[in-house]
């Protein structure tokens, strides 16, 4: 079964300071990798998706950035934190076929940005 | 615009019957998911529909029309752990999930 790994459960980090959050996947090959990001009460906000390696799209316009430099690494990085930044980070994946999979997720980073 | 409707909260009580209702309007569809997120976890999965009708799965329950926008996750014989989120998403016509903001369940003994 796949399974997503994910760090660090929680982070407390000032304004303007950098991210690096990191997402592992196992027991697949070349999955469709995702990460959303969740406000309190709120529903998943798609932040960015690859299809492979090296492939990033992004659908907010925003602070972050994304990469993928192995097919099961999913890497989402920031230069400078705003408060906004704040949230449930979750890294998401599933497998890529003829048919329509569901989305695994990781166990999320809440991230406060202060 | 893509848009998919849930209720943003609904009480019931130990071991009775609730519906959650997601209606959608949506740029094509290629089925609809439920997926189940207690506070502060991840998403769980629950269900997929991609033809009308209802697909039963032990305790939860999942109704889709296609002509009508419409789906229901139905959980019979509630228990204080059913307490959560369920969040609707619908694939559209890029194969792209659109998430709805959820309904959060609240459980009462």
């Known amino acids: 079964s796949q399974t997503i790994h994910q760090w660090p459960a929680t982070l407390v980090q000032p304004v303007g300071s950098p991210l690096s959050l990191e997402c592992t996947v196992e027991?697949?090959?070349?999955?469709?990798l995702y990460w959303y990001r969740q406000a309190a009460g709120r529903g998943l906000q798609l932040l960015f998706y690859?299809?492979?390696?090296?492939?990033i799209s992004s659908e907010v316009p925003q602070n972050l950035s994304a990469s993928r430099p192995q097919d099961r690494q999913f890497i989402l990085s920031s230069k400078k934190l705003l408060l906004s930044d704040s949230g449930f980070y979750l890294c998401?994946?599933?497998?890529?076929?003829?048919?329509?999979?569901?989305?695994?997720f990781g166990p999320g980073t809440r991230l406060t940005v202060l | 615009g893509q848009n998919i409707d849930q209720p943003t909260e609904m009480t019931a009580t130990e071991g009775a019957i609730v519906q959650i209702n997601c209606t959608y309007q949506?740029?094509?569809?290629?089925?609809l998911f439920w997926y189940q997120q207690h506070a502060g976890e991840a998403p769980t999965f629950l269900s997929y529909?991609?033809l009308d009708g209802l697909e039963e799965k032990g305790r939860f329950s999942s109704f889709l029309s296609r002509s009508k926008g419409y789906s229901y996750l139905l959980l019979k014989e509630l228990q204080m752990k059913d307490s959560a989120s369920y969040l609707c998403?619908?694939?559209?016509?890029?194969?792209?999930?659109?998430w709805g903001a959820g309904t959060k369940l609240i459980i009462k003994p």
């Open positions: 998401a994946g599933s497998r890529v076929g003829r048919d329509v999979s569901e989305q695994f």
């Open positions: 027991g697949t090959s070349n999955p469709n």
């Open positions: 690859s299809v492979g390696i090296g492939q």
């Open positions: 949506t740029s094509g569809f290629n089925g």
């Open positions: 529909n991609v």
């Open positions: 998403a619908v694939v559209d016509s890029n194969y792209q999930l659109i």
